[in-house]
């Protein structure tokens, strides 16, 4: 069982940038889906980014263009980088894993990213 653990949030203006980081430990996660989810106050959990093993990857509507999703396998680490942020952006920040042959998926505790002047 992967454990999760997500760095990196904070304040930031809008059109600025912020890089999350998701360390993975307790397994081998370069096997794992991972991806990002975000949930800002009163709406629900958002789909934002996912990276397959093989480096596939798909991003919502709403950040392609803006966001990149990256992984180390070495350093077991999956990255979200987040340029010209505005303040829509502004949720907390949960990654995910789940292995390829699985429904079930993992959760980080959540990073909190707030984009306002």
């Known amino acids: 069982q992967v454990q999760l653990v997500e760095s990196g949030g904070g304040l930031v203006q809008p059109g600025g940038s912020l890089r999350l980081s998701c360390a993975v430990s307790g397994s081998d996660g370069s096997t794992y889906v991972m991806g990002w989810y975000r949930q800002a106050p009163g709406k629900q959990r958002e789909m934002v980014a996912t990276?397959?093993?093989?480096?596939?990857?798909d991003y919502a509507d709403s950040v392609k263009g803006r966001f990149t999703i990256s992984r180390d396998s070495a350093k077991n680490t999956v990255y979200l980088q987040m340029n010209s942020l505005k303040p829509e952006d502004t949720a907390v920040y949960y990654c995910?894993?789940?292995?390829?042959?699985?429904?079930?998926?993992?959760w980080g505790p959540g990073t909190q990213v707030t984009v306002s002047s």
């Open positions: 990276i397959t093993s093989g480096g596939i990857t």
């Open positions: 995910y894993a789940r292995r390829p042959t699985s429904l079930l998926l993992t």
